[in-house]
């Protein structure tokens, strides 16, 4: 008894260490796709009021743009609906290289340019996260593409290290493959980010809001702002004139991101070359 009682004491204390970083990598993906990615922004629906309740990332959300009528898919565990049939290598190559277990190209606006550069760890906690929101059974229309999509994104992508150790690597890391800030806040020129634009800003967002042109988040235009003005504008969505920001900007998620991150962004933000 006492020898069985001992070698279940062991292998607890052997399973803590494993349990422990699974908890650790869930709550990782966790905040990256509820917070920094935040994922639902496009594949939650929303309602005048936000989010739709009861709709958590079950998709449905129409993108109606002249290239195409987008429509972003289910992606919660649902079996029949969502990508719950799907296994975690599967997941993970259709979040950082665009492409379903069937061999298709997802389309745009999802932003793989950008979602080529998440971390292979990053890229498991989303994963692991995905399978844990609760399935939600909703089946929604296939997007319809007016342009020619290409043939992949790049080529497969083996490994992705984490950023470098320091303030202004981490938080390009998170301007650029996280929460895809540089997608939205760079123009497009031939169809592309303009990347010799980087964070110029001038990207065109309609919606039920009338029309929101995103900013310039270079030194050329936040160079006159405080952290705590920037902050202010990332987590409330409130203007350095103190004028309410219209969407589609993620304010609602990146409300409790965390302090470490707000700062590793700003440091970037501030490192940035200067575009008029
Ligand atoms: C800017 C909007 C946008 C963002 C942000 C976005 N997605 Fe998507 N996503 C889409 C659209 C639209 C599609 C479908 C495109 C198509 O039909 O080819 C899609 C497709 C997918 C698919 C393929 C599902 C299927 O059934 O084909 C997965 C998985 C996915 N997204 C996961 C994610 C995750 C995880 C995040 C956050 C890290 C994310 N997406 C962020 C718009 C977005
Ligand atoms: C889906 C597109 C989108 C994403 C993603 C996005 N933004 Fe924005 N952002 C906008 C738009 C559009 C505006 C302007 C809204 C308005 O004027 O009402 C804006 C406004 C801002 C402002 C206020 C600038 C000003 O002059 O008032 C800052 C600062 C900012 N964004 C930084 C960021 C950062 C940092 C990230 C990433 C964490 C980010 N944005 C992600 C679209 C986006």
Redesign the pocket.
Same mark, same amino acid.
């Given at each position: 008894m006492k020898r069985l009682l001992c070698a279940a004491v062991a292998a607890l204390w052997f399973a803590a260490p494993a349990v422990a970083q699974d908890a650790a990598l869930l709550e990782r993906g966790r905040y990256l796709v509820e917070v920094t990615a935040a994922c639902g922004?496009c594949h939650t629906p929303m309602g005048p009021q936000g989010p739709m309740p009861g709709r958590h990332l079950a998709g449905g959300a129409v993108f109606d743009e002249q290239p195409f009528r987008a429509v972003a898919p289910n992606i919660t565990p649902d079996p029949e609906t969502g990508i719950g049939r799907w296994t975690d290598a599967q997941v993970a190559r259709a979040i950082r290289e665009g492409i379903r277990p069937d061999g298709t190209l997802i389309g745009p606006p999802m932003p793989f340019a950008f979602y080529r550069g998440l971390s292979d760890r990053d890229l498991a906690a989303m994963v692991a996260y995905l399978r844990t929101v609760p399935p939600v059974r909703n089946a929604t229309e296939k997007s319809v593409y007016r342009i020619p999509l290409p043939p992949a994104y790049g080529p497969p992508v083996a490994s992705v290290p984490p950023p470098a150790d320091n303030a202004v690597a981490r938080g390009a890391y998170? +301007?650029g493959p996280v929460? =895809?800030?540089l997608?939205? =806040?760079t123009p497009m020129a031939n169809g592309h980010s303009d990347m010799t634009r980087l964070g110029a800003g001038g990207m065109e967002?309609r919606g039920p809001w009338g029309v929101?042109? +995103?900013?310039n988040?270079t030194p050329a235009?936040?160079g006159s702002w405080s952290d705590a003005e920037?902050e202010k504008?990332?987590r409330e969505g409130v203007?350095?004139d103190g004028r309410q920001?219209?969407p589609?900007? +993620?304010f609602w998620a990146?409300r409790t991101m965390s302090a470490g991150d707000m700062r590793d962004?700003i440091a970037y933000?501030r490192s940035m070359p200067a575009q008029r």
């Open positions: 922004n998170l +301007a929460a =895809h800030c997608e939205c =806040h967002f929101s042109v +995103a900013r988040i235009g936040l920037i504008a990332i203007s350095k920001l219209f589609p900007m +993620a990146y962004l933000l």
